[in-house]
């Protein structure tokens, strides 16, 4: 069965201080690994696509990239708007559905 | 706006009723997908629909239903309502499957059961 799971759930930076959240994942043939966006109250927003182990995507502020088992965001000096829920998600070789992790929570205080 | 509504976007409801949550793909989008987000299981996939054919399913409880209408527009019907059906409930369309950019979501329908 394929399976996500995102750490920190909860991660509170201060403005400028760089981190990275976790998205550990098992799945019967990556199609895709997801990362999203979601702020309070509103679907979520697509960030970056990643499809194959070794590759990066930048965005801004953002990083992400992709092991075979694992995935990263990468977070450089970020801002209280980067604030939100950061959902990571896998699309399998079992259908079209993308299967989400938990989430995590950061929270960027100025 | 993503090109994807959903409606209601609040609804309040008694134990044992029903309701029906209405969603509009993005132009062009044959699939559309319903998914449930509650506080202590995040978002779980709840049905995909293709051109009006069911194409898979999750965990999605026997009392509800879902369809696809022949202008592509979708309806999650939940019945028999409990306080645990209480969460957001989101639609996402795609062209096909995820493409490039994943699904695109909706803004959501959040449900309260009282």
């Known amino acids: 069965e394929d399976q996500v799971t995102q750490s920190p759930e909860a991660l509170r930076l201060q403005e400028g201080e760089s981190s990275s959240l976790n998205c550990s994942y098992t799945?019967?043939?990556?199609?895709?690994l997801f990362w999203y966006r979601q702020d309070p109250g509103k679907g979520p927003e697509f960030l970056f696509t990643?499809?194959?182990a070794g590759e990066e995507k930048e965005k801004e502020r953002l990083k992400a990239t992709l092991t075979k088992k694992e995935s990263f965001l990468h977070i450089t000096a970020p801002k209280p708007e980067d604030s939100a829920t950061y959902l990571c998600?896998?699309?399998?070789?079992?259908?079209?559905?993308?299967?989400f992790g938990q989430g995590t929570e950061l929270s960027v205080k100025p | 706006d993503s090109g994807v509504t959903q409606t209601p976007k609040h609804l309040i409801t008694a134990t044992g009723q029903r309701v029906t949550l209405r969603c509009s793909p993005r132009s062009g989008d044959l699939s559309v997908y319903w998914y449930q987000q509650s506080l202590d299981q995040g978002l779980q996939f709840l049905i995909h629909?293709?051109?009006?054919?069911?194409?898979a399913k999750g965990n999605i409880l026997e009392r509800f239903s879902a369809q696809q209408f022949p202008d592509l527009h979708s309806e999650l019907n939940l019945s028999s309502l409990e306080l645990g059906d209480s969460a957001l409930y989101f639609c996402?369309?795609?062209?096909?499957?995820?493409?490039?950019?994943?699904?695109?979501f909706g803004s959501g329908t959040r449900l309260t059961v009282v």
């Open positions: 629909y293709y051109n009006g054919e069911e194409r």
């Open positions: 998600a896998v699309l399998g070789n079992q259908g079209g559905k993308l299967i």
């Open positions: 996402a369309s795609s062209v096909g499957g995820p493409g490039v950019y994943g699904y695109t």
């Open positions: 990643l499809y194959s």
């Open positions: 799945v019967s043939g990556l199609r895709g």
